[in-house]
T-cell receptor
Framework: GENVEQHPSTLSVQEGDSAVIKCTYSDSASNYFPWYKQELGKRPQLIIDIRSNVGEKKDQRIAVTLNKTAKHFSLHITETQPEDSAVYFCAASLYNQGGKLIFGQGTELSVKP | DSGVTQTPKHLITATGQRVTLRCSPRSGDLSVYWYQQSLDQGLQFLIQYYNGEERAKGNILERFSAQQFPDLHSELNLSSLELGDSALYFC?????????????????FGEGSRLTVL
């Protein structure tokens, strides 16, 4: 089955700096790669996603890149703000088969003012 | 508000007991997923149902079971509880299915049920 590895487990940046979180997946059939943000005690919420037919997607300060050959994808957050502090999870699935999401271990991002 | 409703929000019980967690998916969603999140742990996939049928199974213990009812709500039953079962249990839903274009892939999570086993 699918296995997703996520690094780093913790990341601390200064406000205004960029943050990058990286994930690798094992199942080459996976075609959907979302990123979820989870604030303390809250539910995970989708912040951006990408499908396997696209190499890069951007939404304001957030971007995701996908390298299908290497089976890895990354989340980039620019101009970080204190409210970006949270745990971020990457995941992989077969979206067009209503597939389950397999999540990485999570990255705790801390943005210091 | 994701549209996914989970009850109860909090539950405290003793070792050896049995509890039932309930989930109502978003209107129109046919797939329900259960995830377990222990302290400082990631989101571990337990089980998925689609339109009443079990679709996929993850690392779900034999002491745990689930079902999806005709009205599409789902229940996760946890029995012979141990201290290590203390966790936040999330339910998520999606359109799901094999119909092309019907699923965007996004899962919508409920607020979770926090289980504490003493």
């Amino acid at each position: 089955g699918e296995n997703v590895e996520q690094h780093p487990s913790t990341l601390s940046v200064q406000e205004g700096d960029s943050a990058v979180i990286k994930c690798t997946y094992s199942d080459s059939a996976s075609n959907y790669f979302p990123w979820y943000k989870q604030e303390l005690g809250k539910r995970p919420q989708l912040i951006i996603d990408i499908r396997s037919n696209v190499g890069e997607k951007k939404d304001q300060r957030i971007a995701v890149t996908l390298n299908k050959t290497a089976k890895h994808f990354s989340l980039h957050i620019t101009e970080t703000q204190p409210e970006d502090s949270a745990v971020y999870f990457c995941a992989a699935s077969l979206y067009n088969q209503g597939g389950k999401l397999i999540f990485g271990q999570g990255t705790e991002l801390s943005v210091k003012p | 508000d994701s549209g996914v409703t989970q009850t109860p929000k909090h539950l405290i019980t003793a070792t050896g007991q049995r509890v039932t967690l309930r989930c109502s998916p978003r209107s129109g969603d046919l797939s329900v997923y259960w995830y377990q999140q222990s302290l400082d742990q990631g989101l571990q996939f337990l089980i998925q149902y689609y339109n009443g049928e079990e679709r996929a199974k993850g690392n779900i213990l034999e002491r745990f079971s689930a079902q999806q009812f005709p009205d599409l709500h789902s229940e996760l039953n946890l029995s012979s509880l141990e201290l290590g079962d203390s966790a936040l249990y999330f339910c998520a839903s999606s359109v799901g299915g094999m119909v092309q274009g019907a699923s965007t892939g996004e899962l919508f999570f409920g607020e979770g049920s926090r289980l504490t086993v003493l």
